[in-house]
């Protein structure tokens, strides 16, 4: 019990993606740079549809800042249950799931990817709770 508070009080939010309306595909979020994290990291999507179609969030992942972004497999996301799989597909409700993502297995860059179907209009965040590394 004392390791686990001890590490919740050393937790620190990772804004992975503001708070935005998502209404095209691609990526909204400023990647995150994964050597300044270490081990799991916790991230939770909420967001509110209106319209119709739906909005996929993928996590991806690259090896430099500005390109070459990849899909995380979903065998490498983790759900609260211990299973595998990327965030729900949205379509007209409010929505709130969280993953998580071993930070020491990904590339350098983590960031979420957006894939609209239909005309919808959707607002959504992913933020975070991890562990930086080297904390005094």
Known sequence: MTTTLSSLARAELINLAADAVISADGSTATPVDTTQWEGM???????????????????????????????????????ADGTTGNFSQITTAALAEARILNMNECKQFVRVRNDVTGSTSITRAVIGFGQKKYQT
């Open 41 to 79: 990291a916790q991230f939770a999507l909420t967001a509110v549809a209106g319209g119709t179609g739906a909005l996929d969030t993928f996590f991806e992942e690259s090896d430099v800042s500005g390109s070459g972004y990849t899909d995380i497999p979903a065998t490498r996301v983790i759900k």
